[in-house]
């Protein structure tokens, strides 16, 4: 009897922690973003999907590098609720940003930060390449600084995905 309370107990605990770890994760910032598109949208308009905000440049090698895996990544998961914003940061010129979004091709929302404030407002983002994987309820799933492993990073978003 007693084993059978421990083991109770050992569960709600369990469930409680994982509970608190869930809610406890911060907010992803409100902050507006301007497409290249000319579309403007914010954090809070694409909730009920799950984002990947990536902070890069046109000159950081490590982006660039990582834009075909992301690509592969959003066409592999966007016609399930997975979106994507690549924000280029204030460094880097929009003509340098325009052409290298038209020559890969890029499927997802490419936006610019001219001022620095949505990078501001992520925490002070000062390496690129730095993603944020956000959940459908607007949460922050995590954090990553340089490439992500990709097998760990795909994992994550099925889970968000699913859930």
């Not at 992803?28 to 890069?56: H, I, M, Y």
């Not at 940003?97 to 997802?108: C, H, N, Y």
Request: include cysteine; hydrophobic fraction near 50%; glycine fraction near 6%.
């Amino acid at each position: 009897m007693k084993a059978k309370i421990l083991v109770a107990v050992v569960a709600l605990a369990a469930g409680l922690a994982a509970s608190l770890a869930l809610f406890s994760r911060p907010t992803a910032p409100e902050v507006r973003f301007a497409a290249l598109s000319g579309e403007q949208f914010s954090t809070s308009d694409l909730r009920g999907k799950v984002v990947l905000v990536n902070f890069w440049a046109t000159w950081c090698a490590e982006c660039v590098e990582e834009m075909p895996r992301m690509i592969d990544t959003y066409r592999k998961f966007a016609p399930r609720g997975y979106e994507m914003v690549a924000v280029a940061v204030q460094s880097d010129h929009p003509n340098a940003v325009a052409e290298f979004a038209q020559r890969r091709a890029l499927p997802f929302k490419v936006a610019l930060d001219g001022d620095g404030d949505i990078a501001r407002q992520f925490g002070r983002v000062r390496i690129t390449p730095t993603s944020f994987l956000i959940d459908k309820n607007g949460r922050v799933l995590k954090e990553y600084v340089g490439e992500p492993d990709w097998a760990e990073f795909h994992a994550l978003v099925e889970k968000a995905l699913s859930s």
